[in-house]
């Protein structure tokens, strides 16, 4: 399994500086054992004296294992990784900071933190291990995992092995969102955009006159990027992404969890961030538009019971998305052998104009990210 999370991880653009102090060597180690390591590391740097790690921080912290050193080694790996590769798009950096068994015994805590620190923020994974359990190669190996799991989520990959963790140990998760992305989250900003090309975040005056893909993205497949080819070809029209954080039928999505999934989107098309999960509030943002859905989605912009069961308001919703100058282009979509499409779904009478049909010899949707996560 980890052979197969290294091969998934190389796969995606992004590259790293890791700054790593007290474990966290095997993670390196494994990373290079499978053939295209260069697309993920640009620099892997041990601290393992306190002279080295004191060195890279710049100061002398009151605790070497804690989670403001992770922060910063991984803040100083961006940094670095921003200074080898000026004109890469998309980089991150990574820290280690850990306490492991060695050959004497310790009085304080098996632990170690991770951290990742990206343009939308800084993610840490701590973990206290429990003393006298693993040997000292267990928990470096451990260690390491924790630090695949992070590069693995840096990267958009978010299918990976669970960790062989005791009844009491628990990996905490946390998310300090940087500036812009505070802002967003706050609900100060109403949307933030990642570049593709620079993996910048933009905001500002929302796209016009675009196709937009909305989706919860987990994950994003070859359906989503195939739907959106399509579409930009049969519109001639430029299509973005939209990863909402609120969902109609789902829980919202934490900060920490928007990172994982923007990061499937690296070198894949603009992404943009929103809170809104129905379309009449999207269509505030992004008026004259186009929203590029599958038939199953078009039934759900159809459903009294997200207008609370009120046929006249669903009703008025379309009346006013008329009036923004929305569009629907709705693509088929193939499920338990039969295909869906816009031919099968009542659209109330005097609003036919608003959805146009993805003809299905051009695409027909047949992949289903509930069916990939039942495989993960």
């Known amino acids: 399994m980890v052979l197969e999370l290294i091969t998934s991880i190389h796969a995606r653009p992004q590259r790293m500086v890791m700054n790593f102090a007290g474990a966290g060597s095997q993670a390196l180690a494994w990373l290079h054992s499978v053939g295209g390591s260069s697309n993920t590391i640009l620099e892997a740097t041990d601290r393992y004296t306190p002279a080295s790690l004191i060195e890279a921080l710049e100061f002398k912290p009151e605790h070497f294992t804690s989670v403001d050193v992770a922060r910063e080694l991984a803040l100083k790996g961006l940094l670095r990784a921003r200074t080898l590769e000026p004109k890469e798009p998309h980089i991150f950096g990574v820290g280690c900071t850990a306490t492991i068994a060695t050959n004497r015994s310790k009085r304080g805590e098996h632990r170690c933190v991770v951290a990742v620190a990206s343009v939308l923020g800084t993610a840490t994974y701590e973990l206290t291990l429990s003393k006298g359990i693993r040997k000292r190669e267990a928990e470096e190996n451990l260690v390491s995992l924790v630090i695949l799991k992070a590069v693995a989520d840096a990267k958009g990959v978010l299918c990976h092995p669970e960790l062989d963790l005791q009844e009491n140990e628990e990996l905490q998760q946390d998310f300090v969102p940087s500036q812009i992305f505070a802002r967003f989250i706050s609900g100060e900003l ?56 609120e969902n109609a039928e789902k829980e919202p999505l934490s900060p920490f969890e928007v990172w994982r999934r923007v990061g499937q989107f690296a070198s894949q ?65 193939r499920c338990d052998g039969e295909v869906l499409s816009l031919a099968d779904i009542n659209v109330p009478a005097g609003f036919e104009q608003l959805f146009e049909a993805l003809p299905e010899n051009i695409f027909c949707m047949d992949v289903s990210s509930s069916e990939i996560r039942e495989n993960w």
């Open 190 to 245: 109403s949307w933030i955009g990642i570049q593709p090309t620079d993996g910048s975040l933009i905001t500002g005056e929302t796209p016009k006159c675009v196709g937009i893909l909305s989706g919860s993205f987990h994950p994003l497949h070859q359906g989503h990027l195939g739907l959106a080819e399509a579409a930009t070809e049969f519109l001639n029209l430029p299509v973005c992404f939209e990863l909402p954080l």
């Open 269 to 333: 098309g603009l992404l943009i961030l929103t809170r809104e999960s129905l379309f009449v509030r999207k269509a505030e943002l992004f008026t004259n538009s186009v929203f590029v859905i599958g038939a199953d989605t078009a039934t759900r912009v159809l459903d009294p019971r997200f207008y609370n069961k009120d046929q006249a308001a669903l009703l008025s919703a379309l009346s006013n998305l008329t009036k923004q100058g929305i569009r629907f282009l709705v693509a088929s979509r």
